[in-house]
């Protein structure tokens, strides 16, 4: 258990919905990172927040967002859904380098 | 531009050594990382490279040449549980805007 947490487990929508994925860091971790990993991909990094702020944005989509609240946790918006959508999101958490990042046990999205 | 290149697929027998090579181009970089991800499963942290050198860690290795922008994840006395896809991951801004290479499917057979 890496003491990161996501919810929900799976999420069945249809296209052109809007969903909320959330994640809470391990207690004392400041900076949040969202991934999306596409059957049999690799990991693409989409965005980090540190503290609340926004730190950093990778290959992330117009239709999707994200905020990091003062608790922390965070949440990773999706909208005008699509197929290709469809994907593991994950959450991972670290103190501030980002050396050692712990990963959420992910939410499996399915756009049909 | 930044990408990480790895092999597709490793196989190996248990009790084995097995090298998992990662060469990166990019022009930041802070370090070079390791993940485990098993079917199904979150990827787990194995290993961090900021230095060159060799980090040892039980029954895995990292080792890393910056002048030869070369990382490698050796992993020794195999086991059937070792069977999982490995990452190599860097950071091209401190901290920031992390690459994942495509992984490498390691299958240890008995």
């Known amino acids: 258990d890496s003491g990161v947490t996501q919810t929900p487990k799976h999420l069945i929508t249809a296209t052109g919905q809007r969903v909320t994925l959330r994640c809470s860091p391990r207690s004392g971790d400041l900076s949040v990172y969202w991934y999306q990993q596409s059957l049999d991909q690799g990991l693409q990094f989409l965005i980090q927040y540190y503290n609340g702020e926004e730190r950093a944005k990778g290959n992330i989509l117009e239709r999707f967002s994200a905020q990091q609240f003062p608790d922390l946790h965070s949440e990773l918006n999706l909208s005008s859904l699509e197929l290709g959508d469809s994907a593991l999101y994950f959450c991972a958490s670290s103190d501030m380098d980002g050396e050692t990042q712990y990963f959420g046990p992910g939410t499996r999205l399915l756009v049909l | 531009g930044q990408s990480l290149e790895q092999p597709s697929e490793v196989t190996a027998v248990e009790g084995a050594i097995v090298q998992i090579n990662c060469t990166y181009q990019?022009?930041?970089?802070?370090?070079l990382s390791w993940y485990q991800q098993h079917d199904g499963g979150a990827p787990t942290f194995l290993s961090y490279?900021?230095?060159?050198g060799l980090e040892e860690t039980g029954r895995f290795s990292s080792f890393l040449s910056r002048s030869d922008s070369y990382g490698y994840l050796l992993l020794q006395e195999l086991q059937m549980k070792d069977s999982a896809s490995y990452f190599c991951?860097?950071?091209?801004?401190?901290?920031?805007?992390?690459?994942f290479g495509p992984g490498t499917r390691l299958s240890v057979l008995p």
């Open positions: 991951a860097y950071s091209d801004n401190y901290g920031q805007n992390f690459v």
């Open positions: 990019t022009s930041g970089f802070y370090g």
């Open positions: 490279n900021a230095l060159d």
